[in-house]
Nanobody
Framework: QVQLVESGGGLVQAGGSLRLDCAASGRTFSSGAMGWFRQAPGKEREFIVA????????YYADSVKGRFTISRDKAKNTLYLQMNSLKPEDTAVYYC?????????????????????WGQGTQVTVSS
């Protein structure tokens, strides 16, 4: 079992920055992948970025490329999402997720069904 707990959401003005943390417990990751998704009201959950836990290789959605940065601290079992140049359209509930079956293949997981553990979500609101 894996428990994921996000923190760091809040209200920020357009152009500002926030950092989200996702603390993982229940197992020590030595492989697998983790990702960030977001869901705005009335919309489907959207992939943002994924990272291979072991190698650190990343894949970003075009909507956040160049503005958001994913990283992980393997010793702390913690995933981060640094969000810069935030826009009102970034407003959503942000979720971290873990794909424990990923074994280092070329394609990082980008769809929700690939992820078997999810955090509870944290609200990010960007005002104009």
């Amino acid at each position: 079992q894996v428990q994921l707990v996000e923190s760091g959401g809040g209200l920020v003005q357009a152009g500002g920055s926030l950092r989200l943390d996702c603390a993982a417990s229940g197992r020590t990751f030595s492989s697998g992948a983790m990702g960030w998704f977001r869901q705005a009201p009335g919309k489907e959950r959207e992939f943002i970025v994924a990272i291979a836990w072991n190698s650190g290789r990343t894949y970003y959605a075009d909507s956040v490329k160049g503005r958001f940065t994913i990283s992980r601290d393997k010793a702390k079992n913690t995933l981060y999402l640094q969000m810069n140049s935030l826009k009102p359209e970034d407003t959503a509930v942000y979720y971290c997720a873990a794909d424990t079956d990923y074994s280092g293949g070329y394609y990082l997981p980008t769809i929700t069904s690939r992820y078997d553990y999810w955090g509870q979500g944290t609200q990010v609101t960007v005002s104009s």
